[in-house]
């Protein structure tokens, strides 16, 4: 029996979807058998971050309705063999789909694989709902700004009210030379303000534009973000992964300017 | 005298430090946001809960009005309320 898991945030563009096919990846190169499920129904967006849009025949709708059958609609990815993909609907609204049929869905997903990972849309409305009905485990993703944070608060109460209890925080696009002269919030600092348990932090970083372009998450450039990724997936298999501290390559200039800060 | 030298030394300090600016200020606002939407209780409705508690305090026992503090701590939620009150002059 395979362990369901949402990723969610409340607010839109913090990463959510990145963060779900770079753990997704991450999952399935460990041998891990695992699916990624887009369950923002209208707004398809995890095939074009897998480079997986050509392929879609049937989507989650169609499952749900009774379509096709569940093994129809699911994408293998090119690269990883472990790695399937259930995408979204792009012409129906979020109505279309029922908690209780979520939740149906996500048992089935269950029996098939190890990790089901759920792509949760922005917002606290029906399509969240839906995401976060069949979840064992959910994946908060914030970034150290004030309007992400506020959400990402929002959104753990209305997790606990759902009965979730096992919340882990993901703080994406974080700065270290912001960090360094105090006009970002630290990850200690949002692990403080939001109090729950911090499962990873990601830096800011360009390779993750280039990997989307090109449709390939964890494609081996070896960037930062990618190695905590990969942390990530270890700390959810129950690994200990000490949190390494965050650094960046810097400049002559960067370096002269950093002696006169301290 | 002493609370003036401190102020002074914060003065000092912050025209040469540039660290802890806008993060610093980010962090506190978002502390006291976020708990009072927790508890669901708006930042107006904490002064005027303040008020109403040293009003009902100093019915009793007098206190130093300027030297109450009053906040919530996280995880559970707990709320402070810390009075400095006044010995009784014989």
Same mark, same amino acid.
């Given at each position: 029996?395979?362990?369901?898991?949402?990723?969610?945030?409340?607010?839109?563009?913090?990463?959510?979807?990145?963060?779900?096919?770079?753990?997704?990846?991450?999952? /399935?190169?460990? $041998?891990?058998?695992?699916?990624?499920?887009?369950? =923002?129904?209208?707004?398809?967006?995890? $095939?074009?971050?897998?480079?997986?849009?050509?392929?879609?025949?049937?989507?989650?709708?169609?499952?749900?309705?009774?379509?096709?059958?569940?093994?129809?609609?699911?994408?293998?990815?090119?690269?990883?063999?472990?790695?399937?993909?259930?995408?979204?609907?792009?012409?129906?609204?979020?109505?279309?789909?029922?908690?209780?049929?979520? %939740?149906?869905?996500?048992?089935?997903?269950?029996? !098939?694989?190890?990790?089901?990972?759920?792509?949760?849309?922005?917002?606290?409305?029906?399509?969240?709902?839906?995401?976060?009905?069949? /979840? $064992?485990?959910?994946? #908060?993703?914030?970034?150290?700004?004030?309007?992400?944070?506020?959400?990402?608060?929002?959104?753990?109460?209305?997790?606990?009210?759902?009965?979730?209890?096992?919340?882990?925080? %993901? %703080?994406?696009?974080?700065?270290?030379? &912001?960090?360094?002269?105090?006009?970002? &919030?630290?990850?200690? =600092? #949002?692990?403080?303000?939001?109090?729950?348990?911090?499962?990873?932090?990601?830096? $800011? =970083?360009?390779?993750?534009? +280039?990997?989307?372009?090109?449709?390939?998450?964890?494609?081996?450039?070896?960037? *930062? /973000? !990618?190695?905590?990724?990969?942390?990530?997936?270890?700390?959810?298999?129950?690994?200990?992964?000490?949190?390494?501290?965050?650094?960046?390559?810097?400049?002559?200039?960067?370096?002269?300017?950093?002696?006169?800060?301290? | 005298?002493?609370?003036?030298?401190?102020?002074?030394?914060?003065?000092?300090?912050?025209?040469?430090?540039?660290?802890?600016?806008?993060?610093?200020?980010?962090?506190?606002? &978002?502390?006291?946001?976020?708990?009072?939407?927790? +508890?669901?209780?708006?930042?107006?409705?904490?002064?005027?809960?303040?008020?109403?508690?040293?009003?009902?305090?100093?019915?009793?026992?007098?206190?130093? !009005?300027?030297?109450?503090?009053?906040?919530?701590? *996280?995880?559970?939620?707990?709320?402070?309320?810390?009075?400095?009150?006044?010995?009784?002059?014989?």
């Amino acid at each position: 029996m395979g362990e369901v898991i949402v990723v969610t945030s409340g607010k839109g563009g913090v990463g959510k979807t990145t963060t779900v096919a770079n753990i997704g990846t991450g999952l /399935a190169m460990l $041998d891990k058998r695992t699916v990624v499920v887009d369950t =923002d129904i209208g707004l398809r967006n995890l $095939d074009v971050i897998l480079g997986l849009e050509n392929r879609i025949v049937y989507n989650l709708v169609d499952v749900i309705n009774g379509k096709c059958r569940l093994k129809q609609a699911l994408i293998k990815d090119k690269r990883h063999p472990e790695l399937y993909l259930l995408p979204s609907a792009q012409t129906k609204d979020k109505s279309a789909v029922s908690p209780e049929q979520m %939740i149906k869905l996500t048992e089935e997903l269950r029996e !098939e694989f190890d990790f089901v990972l759920l792509d949760c849309p922005a917002g606290i409305e029906q399509g969240f709902r839906n995401a976060i009905a069949g /979840a $064992d485990k959910a994946l #908060v993703v914030t970034t150290p700004e004030v309007s992400a944070i506020r959400d990402a608060d929002r959104i753990i109460g209305l997790l606990e009210a759902d009965g979730i209890q096992d919340i882990h925080l %993901i %703080i994406n696009r974080l700065r270290p030379d &912001m960090i360094a002269r105090g006009d970002m &919030m630290s990850v200690e =600092d #949002v692990v403080e303000i939001l109090a729950v348990n911090l499962i990873g932090s990601i830096l $800011d =970083d360009e390779q993750i534009v +280039i990997a989307a372009n090109q449709g390939e998450p964890f494609s081996g450039r070896n960037s *930062q /973000a !990618e190695e905590e990724y990969r942390n990530i997936c270890r700390r959810l298999l129950g690994e200990e992964v000490p949190f390494a501290p965050l650094h960046q390559k810097k400049g002559m200039l960067q370096r002269i300017g950093n002696l006169f800060h301290k | 005298m002493t609370a003036y030298r401190r102020r002074e030394r914060i003065h000092v300090k912050a025209l040469f430090q540039f660290k802890n600016r806008s993060a610093e200020y980010a962090r506190n606002r &978002m502390k006291l946001l976020l708990v009072s939407e927790r +508890i669901g209780c708006s930042l107006q409705m904490m002064d005027l809960l303040k008020d109403d508690m040293i009003h009902t305090v100093k019915k009793y026992v007098s206190i130093d !009005e300027e030297g109450v503090v009053f906040w919530i701590s *996280q995880e559970p939620p707990v709320l402070h309320a810390d009075i400095p009150v006044y010995k009784k002059r014989e």
